[in-house]
């Protein structure tokens, strides 16, 4: 039966004609789905749409009919094993001159079903021209396949890298993954018509040359990838030249205009979140909150069509680590104590779900404030649950008026019907009569402001607590980042260990001794 993907424009829209171009990245796409929820949020809505490799996925998500907001819970809750699946062992006895490592059973049977992938309904899509590009391997060319006319052997092509999966076979034609030709289709959006722009780009663009096996067959893809887009990107600055000195080219007479959504620091590659550096839920968090920090600010008239544009910040060793708080909250006090008394008795809890990441472990030491990023979401039972938010704050240890005192500070911008919404949280960490380092170090008061910030109207508040549970789950999340050798990692997390430590002895065990 026809159907109307979301972000599809509707009946009269009469706005820019404007292209989505959802590039790959792996099993990392999930960045993207948080991406296409803040989109939605913001009325945006797209003539054509653009899957390449990872992208395939989520562009066959969107076509299957289901909403952002769905295609984010479906990979907050996919189990991210599920993409390997191992080839029958005599291929294995092949040694060097087997297939691939794994084979698409996973992707096929498991990963495509859990995340709504469903091929008749892509067929039935109106409203929005969709294509999926492969690469041709027998005639090396990069084809765009419509979406009434792809199929399941091509969808799992779309996204069969050499070496770790199998070509797919199609009569006399080879298929597999396109991004070693390119990891974005812009000439083909520019050619039917698009007059902005909206690549979602997760590959990584630093200058850092990484040592290693895996990191140079990234680097590989990244060459390929980066290249090829910056490729289109001097081609249409071409178009956009010709245009401006009268010429109409493919039916445009306007620039093109460009806006890209990237990750502010590149993103764990796929074995991280294989085994658990990194997971679903943060992906998609990510991608929802780096979203909406660039249509806050987005430039009337785009992004320049340079390298540049694509550029992320450089990364030194840091830490992540995943924290859940939770407990009564209540509508109405401003005080944390009343909201908690008052949300134990009416049943009403506000749980925390956040990432907190460190990207350089030396200039947050360094720092008074000690700031860190953080993504969350939070479930609250008169709102519902997994609310992302739009931009968080996170200080370890900041200064208070007195210099006794320390705060950590986790705050996060969110959004619930039509309203904004921050929400407050401090742990004070002091040396108060008697024994209080784990009530202060995992208790956050908590109130909740409508408004855009911490300054707006208090209309509610409680006490989040972090229990023996979930700082066991807390520790077991903990990893260094931006480093390969385990040398690095271990001292990083040592070096984290003794700032924490050390802070916390600043505060409790060397005050107690001078009050001795």
């Not at 066959?60 to 062992?89: I, K, Q």
């Not at 995340?115 to 084809?143: M, P, Q, W, Y």
């Not at 998609?284 to 694509?310: I, K, S």
């Not at 008394?341 to 404030?369: V, Y």
Request: glycine share 8%; charged share 20%.
């Amino acid at each position: 039966m026809p159907h109307t993907p979301y972000l599809t424009p509707p009946a009269g829209y009469t706005g820019p004609r404007r292209a989505l171009i959802l590039a790959g990245g792996g099993m990392r796409v999930a960045y993207q789905a948080g991406v296409l929820r803040a989109l939605e949020e913001a009325g945006l809505c797209f003539t054509h749409a653009d899957g390449t490799s990872g992208g395939i996925m989520n562009l066959a998500m969107l076509l299957s009919g289901l909403s952002p907001t769905a295609m984010c819970e479906r990979w907050r809750t996919l189990r991210v094993r599920d993409f390997v699946s191992l080839m029958p062992f005599a291929e294995y006895l092949r040694g060097p001159a087997m297939a691939a490592m794994g084979d698409a059973d996973g992707l096929v049977e498991d990963v495509f079903p859990h995340l709504g992938i469903d091929v008749a309904r892509i067929h039935s899509a109106e409203g929005l021209d969709a294509t999926f590009n492969v690469c041709n391997f027998t005639d090396k060319v990069n084809e765009a396949i419509p979406h009434p006319h792809i199929d399941l052997d091509l969808l799992v092509a779309g996204v069969s890298l050499p070496m770790f999966m199998p070509a797919v076979r199609k009569g006399e034609t080879t298929y597999t993954d396109a991004v070693w030709i390119q990891d974005a289709n812009l000439i083909d959006a520019v050619r039917r018509g698009a007059q902005e722009l909206w690549v979602v780009w997760i590959i990584a663009n630093t200058p850092v040359y990484r040592d290693g096996f895996f990191n140079q067959y990234v680097h590989m893809i990244e060459m390929s990838a980066c290249g090829a887009l910056h490729d289109a990107f001097d081609r249409i600055r071409e178009i956009n030249d010709r245009i401006r000195q009268g010429e109409t080219v493919y039916g445009h007479t306007e620039p093109i205009r460009l806006h890209l959504i990237k990750p502010t620091h590149p993103l764990p590659l796929d074995p991280a979140y294989y085994f658990g550096d990194v997971d679903g839920a943060t992906l998609v968090n990510q991608g929802y909150a780096e979203a909406w920090a660039y249509l806050e600010t987005r430039p009337a008239d785009g992004l320049p069509f340079t390298p540049a544009t694509t550029r992320m910040l450089t990364s030194n060793p840091g830490i992540t680590f995943r924290e859940t708080m939770e407990g009564p909250f209540a509508l109405g006090p401003s005080d944390p104590q009343t909201g908690f008394e008052q949300g134990s008795l009416d049943g009403h809890r506000l749980a925390l779900h956040a990432t907190i990441t460190i990207h350089d472990l030396a200039r947050f030491i360094a720092d008074p404030d000690h700031a860190g990023s953080l993504v969350a979401t939070i479930d609250f039972t008169p709102f519902g649950t997994a609310l992302p938010a739009r931009r968080g704050v996170f200080n370890l240890f900041s200064p208070a008026d007195d210099p006794e005192t320390r705060y950590m500070v986790y705050e996060l911008a969110f959004r619930h019907g039509d309203e904004d919404y921050y929400l407050a949280g401090r742990k004070t960490i002091r040396d108060d009569p008697g024994f209080d380092l784990w009530k202060d170090t995992t208790t956050l008061f908590t109130t909740l402001h409508r408004g855009p910030d911490r300054n707006a109207p208090v209309v509610g508040a409680g006490i989040l607590s972090l229990g023996v549970g979930d700082l066991i789950r807390l520790v077991s999340t903990m990893r260094a980042i931006h480093t390969d050798a385990l040398t690095e990692k271990a001292r990083t997390l040592a070096t984290f260990g003794a700032f924490f430590l050390g802070e916390l002895w600043d505060t409790y065990a060397r005050h107690t001794q001078t009050d001795e």
